[in-house]
């Protein structure tokens, strides 16, 4: 499963050893650049130096299923331009923040992966939960 943490940096350690892995927790809250993150961390430099749209614009309710329902019909060649008119649109008028899932399944969620997130914050975060208080699936 994608959301079994643990099983799948286990399978990157195995790949290329788990001395090689810098794992990270991105929590929206925090609002970290991830693209400029792995150019700092890889020292690309000549890339990092050029200016990047952020690659994963997360947009909320009516504008997620907007996005969801045109996006079949959106040229690729013109998609990357749309992509951004929306967040800019969203950026002036935001929609309210809905859940992609019930608080009872969030909760069911998080109970079955429960050990495998222990297990990844143990071991590459040295402490007890992998997301902050009050984060949710």
Same mark, same amino acid.
């Given at each position: ?14 790949? *290329? ?17 991830? *693209? ?30 907007? *996005?969801?329902k045109a996006n079949h019909y959106i040229p690729r060649d013109v998609r990357?331009?749309? *992509? ?11 929609a309210e923040r809905s859940r992609l899932v019930s608080p009872e399944m ?32």
């Open positions: 499963s994608p959301l079994d943490y643990n099983h799948f940096l286990q399978g990157w350690s195995q790949l *290329v050893g788990a001395d090689r892995l810098m794992v990270r927790v991105y929590e929206q809250e925090a609002r970290h650049d991830i *693209v400029r993150d792995f150019l700092e961390t890889t020292g690309l430099t000549v890339i990092r130096a050029q200016k990047h749209q952020r690659a994963n614009v997360s947009f909320e309710g009516p504008y997620m299923e907007f *996005v969801r990357h331009r749309f *992509v951004g008119d929306l967040e800019e649109l969203q950026g002036r008028h935001p969030a909760e069911m969620i998080e109970r079955k992966f429960a050990s495998s997130n222990h297990a990844v914050a143990t071991e590459f975060f040295d402490r007890q939960t992998l997301f902050h208080e009050g984060t949710s699936v």
